[in-house]
T-cell receptor
Framework: GAVVSQHPSRVICKSGTSVKIECRSL??????MFWYRQFPKQSLMLMAT?????????EQGVEKDKFLINHASLTLSTLTVTSAHPEDSSFYIC?????????????FGPGTRLTVL | SQELEQSPQSLIVQEGKNLTINCTSS?????LYWYKQKYGEGLIFLMM?????EEKSHEKITAKLDEKKQQSSLHITASQPSHAGIYLC?????????????FGKGTLLTVNP
């Protein structure tokens, strides 16, 4: 299957600081990427849809000014958690949509565990 | 919004046994994805089903989508400890939604050697 990477895999930061998480599709181009968060023992909750070359689409209840998304190229989307607080501590996972050659699949990155102190 | 119910929530089986995980939707599924997740890690794509009655297999894992496209099952034959993990079904909300996925709460599978 296609490979999606995330960086960093773990990050610990102080309350009030900003953290950037990168999501890259390594062997395919993705016009659409998705950002999810997952709390312990819970399922994935979609936060936003990242569209290359245009603004991200946020799910209801997700603050766009707090979770900044940039999809600058067909292989890279970034999520910046601004002014992070302890309640933002979570597991953030991105996925990239592969739409080519008759395939329509989503591949997920390994996740980034954010801990805000 | 589309709700996905997975059952059972957790499952403990002895190595070598067969098992089935179910995923039921309140609405017609345009696409149904099965993923496996180890705790604290990303999701591993298993299979995607789109057509009513479709069935796909990979190694010892078989996934089916019913004719009405509202229920899917994941069957593991002769389970092994390597099958342990969280199995998630995800539903494609349809082309107009830009292929966003809604996930079930997952099924935690433990395989005892």
């Amino acid at each position: 299957g296609a490979v999606v990477s995330q960086h960093p895999s773990r990050v610990i930061c102080k309350s009030g600081t900003s953290v950037k998480i990168e999501c890259r599709s390594l062997d395919f181009q993705a016009t659409t990427m998705f950002w999810y968060r997952q709390f312990p023992k819970q399922s994935l909750m979609l936060m936003a849809t990242s569209n290359e070359g245009s603004k991200a689409t946020y799910e209801q209840g997700v603050e766009k000014d707090k979770f900044l998304i940039n999809h600058a190229s067909l292989t890279l989307s970034t999520l910046t958690v601004t002014s992070a607080h302890p309640e933002d501590s979570s597991f953030y996972i991105c996925s990239a949509r592969l739409l080519a050659g008759g395939r329509n699949e989503q591949f997920f990155g390994p996740g980034t565990r954010l801990t805000v102190l | 919004s589309q709700e996905l119910e997975q059952s059972p929530q957790s499952l403990i089986v002895q190595e070598g046994k067969n098992l089935t995980i179910n995923c039921t939707s309140s609405k017609t599924l345009y696409g149904l994805y099965w993923y496996k997740q180890k705790y604290g890690e990303g999701l591993i794509f298993l299979m995607m089903l789109q057509k009513g009655g479709e069935e796909k297999s990979h190694e010892k894992i078989t996934a089916k989508l019913d004719e009405k496209k509202q229920q899917s099952s994941l069957h593991i034959t002769a389970s092994q400890p390597s099958h342990a993990g969280i199995y998630l079904c995800g539903a494609d909300r349809g082309g107009g939604s830009n292929y966003k996925l809604t996930f079930g709460k997952g099924t935690l599978l433990t395989v005892n050697p």
